[in-house]
């Protein structure tokens, strides 16, 4: 990785200075570009240029020739692809990181262009908001190479299976632990800030422990009770409850139209039976309405009496009178029903009704919120979207949706919002967010708020002002991988975890990188990451497990991992956590194999064959290379049950863990 090379931030919004605050980091020199820089924020001597970002003097003033990469953040798709190319222009080595929607495009851009990545802050989001309203076990999910990854929670219980088993010795399959958040915080607190592989080894599980396990796998749907009679009356309820809210709200002109055409209908044929009844024929009332609904129906008095000719006029007037009228409202009716029909047919019917209980309310279906909805979905989550506007029968078809505005508590009713698991409040207006979740709050206590903002320090207050509340800031959150993004790192995904942004992140290996060389569990617990998938020179992708920390990064293998943002800028200047661990071998016993140990320590310690056998010969030893815990843990336990008696020692002597550890 780079140092001491600048990145350009243009457009200095709610983003933009985010993302310079986490920049600052990385300990790399930043300037920026703005039209009109805001004086009273303090930016930590970043050099600013006040101009266009498109145009190519005020880019050569800002020093692009001299920029490792430039961060295009307005608001304007258009303003950033036309600056991404005035910059590569001007240098045609230049990082190009840039704030857009338009991904057909730019993919376009990225293969002309070469070395430029898009990301688009509130997809990016997204998933966090989703997950923020649920109390489910699981924590996030993200996808790499259409493989599903899974973060979820597990308490320990009393006849729970890993009651007693060390931390480092969980083994789950296709599975990883990435946090052990013990029970008693007063006795072993969590690291701050979360660190991955933190705990101190072995410490065992105990009851009440909570473990953070990344797997791999697919997205188990929940269990769903069989629907019995309850299932039609609920129906039942749901649609007279509909019909009467529409009817309260006012209907509209087609609606309107049929009910004064069925009103004339009714009317007609009481005055047709009157006149019947009453007129010249004087028919009893049974047979006058039998001959005005004949005559409504398109029939003929010749049908209804023998001789026709000889009656008086003034039935002849009324039958044709009768028949234009029923003919015109009839077609009427006729073709409202059928459009009716059809639209229930092809646009209605892909809508299900909203969901009764244990769902989650997304409120706004703008990108944000129509993100929300599918990552739900994809977890088999019942969701139901609240929108004033229309919502094309094309988005997300399946999707329950309640048209009007969710500050309206009778639109939250009917959304279900006493029986809801979870709210999202994301539409595009900050204040509209709040006053929602503060509603949904007064109205369902006990339902979990999400709310959506875009001013960092808005997000301070709202999260005062609800504490129960998980607030996330898009701009803070989308911030992160514009930075990174920033440095060369390309950033697959972006979700929270115990409060704090986690990066989805892949690496291609240079022969200058700080990664070429180490074994991964020198990366995963020397930077506090987690290397999820690796990719060697074969070409064949494999998720990683504990039992392939050993493996070497060669130029040219691709890795992809987990990281916060400090993870990533320690990577960025290649500063690994100290070794805090010293690893004695002390004898072998009469049942080990020498063949087998000296295996070992070639491929989890760095020996040599003739080390390891010269190492073997003159016992004790102690372990020259400085080990991490987790693995140094690993390392003693494999070794212990091969024969060779060991000791675990912490070099901070005033936490010494000195003793033997009792394996096996």
């Known amino acids: 990785m780079a140092d001491g090379q600048t990145v350009l931030v243009c457009g200095l919004g709610r983003i933009g200075l985010e993302c310079i605050k986490a920049l600052r980091g990385y300990r790399v020199p ?9 004086a009273e924020v303090e930016l930590d001597g970043a050099a600013i240029t006040q101009g266009d970002f498109r145009r190519p003097e005020i880019l050569q003033r800002a020093g692009i020739a001299q920029c490792r990469s430039i961060v295009l953040l307005a608001d304007d798709t258009a303003s950033n692809v036309e600056g991404a190319l005035a910059a590569r222009r001007l240098n045609p080595q230049v990082r190009l990181v840039l704030r857009g929607e338009q991904q057909s495009l730019h993919g376009l851009l990225s293969k002309q262009l070469g070395n430029l990545v898009v990301y688009e802050p509130n997809l990016m989001a997204a998933p966090a908001f989703a997950f923020a309203a649920l109390d489910s076990h699981i924590l996030a999910h993200f996808y790499i190479d259409n493989q599903l990854f899974q973060v979820f929670e597990h308490t320990i219980e009393e006849d729970d299976a ?12 296709k599975s990883q632990v990435l946090l052990h ?15 991955f592989y933190g705990w101190q080894p072995g410490r065992p599980m105990r009851l009440g422990d909570r473990v953070v396990v990344l797997t791999a796998g697919r997205p188990r749907r929940p269990v769903r009770n069989e629907r019995g009679p309850e299932g039609f009356l609920e129906n039942a309820r749901w649609m007279l409850h509909t019909l009467h809210r529409r009817l309260g709200a006012g209907l509209s002109r087609p609606a309107k139209v049929a009910l004064w055409g ?6 007609l044929l009481a005055v047709s039976v009157a006149s019947f009844a009453l007129g010249p024929l004087q028919l009893r009332p049974s047979e006058a309405f039998r001959v005005a609904l004949l005559l409504l129906s398109g029939g003929h008095l010749a049908d209804a009496f023998d001789p026709f000719i000889g009656l008086d006029p003034s039935v002849y007037w009324l039958e044709l009178v009768l028949v234009v009228v029923s ?18 047919r092809f646009l209605l019917a892909r809508r299900p009704h909203p969901p009764t209980r244990d769902h989650v309310i997304v409120a706004g279906l703008g990108t944000t919120g129509e993100r929300i909805a599918s990552v739900l979905q994809r977890m088999y989550r019942p969701v139901v979207a609240v929108d004033r506007d229309r919502v094309e029968p094309h988005v997300l078809p399946k999707l329950s949706i309640v048209h009007g505005s969710a500050t309206d508590a009778q639109i939250l009713a009917d959304a279900n919002l006493g029986q809801a698991h979870g709210i999202v409040a994301a539409t595009a207006d900050d204040l509209q967010n709040v006053e929602i979740a503060l509603l949904a709050t007064s109205l369902n206590p006990d339902c979990r708020v999400a709310v959506r903002t875009f001013d960092p320090r808005f997000t301070e207050n709202v999260s005062f002002l609800l504490p129960d509340a998980k607030v996330l ?15 060369g790192e390309h950033v697959l995904g972006l979700f929270q975890l115990q ?6 992140v892949e690496y291609t290996i240079a022969a200058h990188d700080s990664l070429v060389r180490h074994p991964l569990w020198e990366i995963a617990e020397g930077y506090s990451v987690v290397p999820v998938l690796y990719q060697g020179q074969d070409g064949r992708a494999r998720v990683l497990t504990p039992d392939d920390t050993t493996t070497r990064l060669c130029s040219g293998d691709r890795l992809v991992v987990l990281a916060t943002p400090p993870a990533l800028e320690a990577i960025e200047r290649g500063e690994m956590r100290p070794r805090d661990y010293e690893l004695h071998l002390e004898t072998l016993r009469p049942y080990a194999e020498p063949l087998q140990v000296v295996g070992i320590l070639a491929n989890r310690l760095g020996y040599s064959l003739e080390q390891a056998r010269a190492t073997l010969a003159r016992l004790p030893q102690t372990v020259p290379l400085g080990l991490y815990g987790v693995h140094a843990a690993r390392t003693q336990r494999l070794l212990h049950a091969n024969g060779v008696q060991t000791r675990l020692e912490r070099r901070d002597h005033q936490q010494a863990h000195s003793t033997s550890l009792a394996l096996g």
């Open 327 to 344: 003919t015109v409202l009839t077609a009427v009716l006729y073709a409202l029903l059928t459009d009716r029909l059809l639209t229930a």
């Open 262 to 267: 069925t009103g004339a209908l009714c009317a």
């Open 30 to 38: 930043v300037r920026a570009i703005d039209l009109n820089p805001p």
């Open 162 to 173: 890993l009651l007693g088993v060390a931390v480092e010795h969980t083994h789950l399959p």
């Open 499 to 504: 409060g704090e942004p986690v990066l989805v």
């Open 473 to 487: 800031c898009v701009s803070s959150l989308a911030a992160t991988a514009y930075a990174a993004a920033a440095l």
């Open 181 to 195: 958040l013990p029970t008693s915080p007063s006795e072993e607190a969590p690291p701050a800030p979360m660190e």
